[in-house]
């Protein structure tokens, strides 16, 4: 094969790969399957977000379950317009988040809604590309206490 095509490929192979962890990403997180969830990261990945720096698997895992477990009933992670720059065995990139979660009981009315950003590395380890690096910067909400 053609060495030129042989890059080519990888370059959608890796890119396909990419997207299909930040699926899983969302899917498990709205499954609550925290587990799941914390395996998209590299064990000494750092996750920073609105209630602070999480360092390593265990701690992202810990943290983020106790804090999202039981403060919504369903939620929904949409993520948008992510783009990959691979650079051989890392990559960097870059998502829009759109996140909507109900708050109690069936009112379907009573929700949070938020927009966001999101910043990864990656690393590809010799099963699959995991998330290195995390970053989620909410950029607005509709919260009362704005």
């Keep these: 094969m053609d060495k030129d095509l042989e890059n080519r490929l990888r370059r959608i192979e890796d890119e396909m790969a990419l997207q299909r962890l930040i699926n899983v990403y969302h899917k498990t997180a709205d499954a609550f399957d ?3 969830w914390s395996e998209c ?5 750092v996750f920073v977000n609105q209630f602070g720096v999480h360092r390593g698997r265990q701690e992202i895992y810990d943290r983020c379950r106790k804090r999202f ?4 009933r369903v939620f929904q992670h949409v993520i948008v317009n992510a783009c990959f720059d691979i650079a051989g065995d890392t990559a960097s990139g870059t998502g829009n988040l759109l996140f909507v979660g109900l708050r109690e009981g069936n009112r379907k009315n009573h929700y949070f809604l938020a927009g966001g950003r999101y910043e990864w590395a990656f690393v ?3 099963e699959a ?6 970053t989620l910067t909410f950029l607005w909400d509709n919260s009362t206490s704005n």
Excluded at 41 to 45: M, Y
Aim: glycine content about 14%; charged content about 25%; cysteine-free.
């Design 69 to 72: 477990g039981t403060v919504f």
């Design 41 to 45: 990261f590299a064990e000494d990945a």
């Design 124 to 126: 590809r380890t010799p």
């Design 34 to 36: 925290w587990k799941g």
């Design 129 to 134: 590309w995991i998330i290195k690096t995390g």
